[in-house]
């Protein structure tokens, strides 16, 4: 079903006087942050604004020929695509610490060795040692001598408020070498030789 | 760093401390050394991160001096390898953006019409500086002892295994083993002579390693009475012959160490080996790594995950031989930071038990 607007019976009369005997509440969306269009026609083709549910948005009014019709009792409204407040604001995550690191050798015990540049402060070299269970199993192929990850601490903070230590391992998915690439690398080289008599 | 006489200086690798500052251009700054007009030649035995930490930065100072690297460089497979990555500027501090920083103080140099904007390429019994005029106690030569033609040819194929290839991943480069491409140097000054050992390796082919070096290279002046100590003092950088037949008995030597996870060197046998060949070896450090510590929260997740970060390298050490006599084989010896005796924890553990490695003859060259 093609999602199409939604009109609203106005609560306003014909004087554009609030009619206190219709209640339309049950006809309204349910939803929060629903999006509708406002206009309704009367008789004398005149259209009457009314307030959008729960928005902050003052549509303008639309003329007669924009109207649209309302939903029939088969059809049902579909609203705008938001996430709920809550879903959005779920977590928080603070970094006190990340390193990007260079794999450089993977032990038989499913051990990684990797040499560590801090870039939260001095860009000191370092050195750890890691489980693979450590790494996303999605980021398991990507495992062997010279890749490139990201280990990030930090906090998570979840909307109910709690705070917790978080340590993650995200490993670089580069593109691909192009040809392109490398023949404009091929190329560079060349010129650079000629220059610099490097051959 | 090496003071040939006559106020002039070589500088053989680089390294930078833990501020990233480079360790030779501090060194040279602090004795008032004119980096631009003093140094006189800036080599690179090879492109591993732990030989060229700051070797850019080394030639861009080094206004007079050639730029020096392994024969095995030349073929355009390198340069078009550095350009390649360099372009996708992956990691910063690596041994192939030092030179892709290097090339470009080349081309800097070419077109301000500097003198040097071309490279020199060490190979087997190729002289790369030499001073032949003035007092006969400052004539001198520096003498690449390696890659041998063998060598050239493996290390080749090395390098091109390494270009990337189309719609592979990108990854960072892993420096081939063993180091063919390492340049060792001989370097005579009037009657002192000393042995760089770079990284080179000793292999089971003959055309290959040290053995090459002893049956083949021209050593003039030897023996050498200072030996760097070649690939941190490991056993596979091992041929006894060099001690016998191009080192003088009981040498002045030196080495780095090198730790990477659960890898130390010097093991402790290997100290004991360098300690059966001479009583006189010192070590820029021991192979214990620092922790930095971090705030509270960083060390309990790290306690909590059971890694432990230590720094990449141990801390830095200098060791100084400078000679107190116009004689080959009176040196003193001062030792800065870390740097410790080689031998004076293996006397300590193995007393009474050291015996002396027998010599089979000298050769001269």
Not at chain 1, 183 to 193: D, L, M, N, P
Not at chain 2, 183 to 193: A, F, K, P, S
Not at chain 2, 290 to 306: F, N, Y
Not at chain 2, 331 to 355: I, Y
Request: glycine share 6%.
């Amino acid at each position: 079903m093609t999602p199409q607007a939604l009109e609203i019976t106005p609560t306003f009369d014909r004087e554009g006087q609030r009619d206190a005997t219709r209640s339309d509440t049950a006809r309204r969306p349910s939803y929060r942050g629903g999006y509708v269009l406002p206009v309704v026609p009367n008789g004398e083709g005149h259209h009457i604004d009314t307030a959008p549910l729960d928005s902050e948005m003052i549509p303008e009014p639309l003329p007669l020929s924009q109207v649209r019709r309302m939903p029939t009792a088969r059809e049902r409204v579909v609203p705008p695509v938001l996430a709920p407040r809550d879903a959005r604001d779920a977590h928080l995550f603070r970094r006190l610490q990340q390193w990007e690191g260079v794999v450089l050798r993977v032990g038989e015990d499913g051990s990684f060795l990797a040499r560590l540049t801090d870039q939260t402060s001095s860009g000191d070299l370092e050195e750890a040692e890691f489980d693979s269970d450590d790494v996303p199993p999605a980021d398991r192929d990507l495992l062997q001598p010279g890749a490139v990850f990201y280990w990030t601490i930090g906090y998570v903070d979840s909307a109910g408020g709690q705070r917790s230590r978080s340590s993650m391992l995200r490993f670089r998915r580069l593109p691909v070498w192009s040809a392109e690439e490398l023949s404009a690398a091929i190329e560079r080289a060349q010129s650079t030789a000629e220059l610099i008599d490097w051959r | 760093m090496i003071h040939v006489g006559a106020e002039e200086w070589l500088v053989v690798d680089s390294c930078v401390d833990e501020h990233n500052q480079v360790v030779a251009l501090a060194y040279l700054s602090a004795l008032g050394v004119d980096t631009s007009r003093q140094v006189v030649r800036v080599v690179a035995t090879h492109w591993h991160d732990d030989h060229v930490g700051g070797i850019a930065r080394v030639l861009a100072s080094a206004d007079g001096a050639p730029f020096c690297c392994s024969e095995a460089l030349r073929p355009q497979e390198f340069l078009a390898l550095v350009e390649a990555l360099a372009a996708r500027s992956m990691i910063t501090r690596s041994g192939v953006s030092e030179f892709a920083a290097v090339i470009e103080t080349l081309k800097r140099r070419k077109h301000t019409g500097h003198r040097f904007p071309t490279p020199q390429f060490a190979l087997q019994d190729r002289t790369l500086w030499h001073r032949s005029s003035g007092p006969v106690e400052l004539r001198g030569r520096l003498n690449a002892l390696s890659p041998s033609d063998g060598a050239l040819v493996l290390a080749q194929r090395a390098l091109a295994a390494e270009f990337p290839l189309v719609s592979k991943p990108n990854r960072a480069i892993a420096a081939p083993e063993p180091n063919d491409t390492a340049v060792v140097l001989w370097l005579q000054v009037g009657t002192c002579v000393a042995l760089l050992g770079a990284d080179l390796e000793e292999t089971k082919r003959n055309n290959t390693g040290w053995t090459v070096i002893v049956d083949t290279a021209e050593v003039p002046g030897a023996p050498a009475s200072i030996f760097k100590v070649p690939h941190h003092g490991s056993r596979n950088a091992d041929q006894p012959r060099v001690w016998d037949e191009i080192l003088v008995e009981d040498p002045f030597a030196i080495l780095t160490p090198f730790v990477q996870g659960d890898t130390s060197l010097p093991t402790d046998r290997d100290r004991l080996r360098i300690c059966s060949h001479t009583s006189r070896a010192w070590i820029t450090s021991g192979v214990r790594r620092d922790h930095k510590q971090r705030s509270r929260p960083v060390e309990r997740t790290l306690k909590e995950l059971g890694v432990r970060v230590t720094n990449a390298d141990p801390p830095m050490g200098h060791i100084r031989l400078r000679q107190v006599a116009t004689s080959a084989n009176h040196w003193s010896v001062e030792l800065f930071g870390a740097a410790q005796p080689l031998c004076d924890a293996v006397r300590e553990g193995t007393k009474g038990k050291r015996r002396r490695h027998r010599r089979r003859g000298r050769r001269r060259g």
